[in-house]
């Protein structure tokens, strides 16, 4: 079992920047891919960046050029950096561990969440 705790969500205007933090239950970085879905409100949960433990990322158009996915593996950490937050950025942001397999990322360990919302 392995237990994700995400942090650092909150409220922001339009433009502004956050980061998030997850924090993993055990040292589990040289064996899991890590990623970052959210969901908004009405809509699917949408996968919006992952990072393998080679270091290779790999972000969703909707964000690409304004959120960077990273980690540190002696903190058994990964943030993901948001740059020029809009409106549409609003969800919960979901903290996982996961697989790449044929092109497909499948998560597997899930964290609680964190709200970010944007203000415009």
């Known amino acids: 079992q392995v237990h994700l705790v995400e942090s650092g969500g909150g409220l922001v205007q339009a433009g502004g920047s956050l980061r998030l933090s997850c924090a993993a239950s055990?040292?589990?970085?040289?064996?899991?891919?890590m990623g970052w879905y959210r969901q908004a409100p009405g809509k699917q949960r949408e996968l919006v960046a992952t990072?393998?433990?080679?270091?290779?990322?790999n972000c969703a158009d909707s964000v690409k050029g304004r959120f960077t996915i990273s980690r540190d593996n002696a903190k058994n950490t990964v943030y993901l950096q948001m740059n020029s937050l809009k409106p549409e950025d609003t969800a919960v942001y979901y903290c996982n561990t996961g697989r790449y397999a044929y092109g497909t990322y499948y998560p597997d360990y899930w964290g609680q969440g964190t709200q970010v919302t944007v203000s415009s």
């Open positions: 990072i393998t433990t080679g270091g290779s990322t």
């Open positions: 055990r040292s589990i970085f040289s064996i899991y891919t």
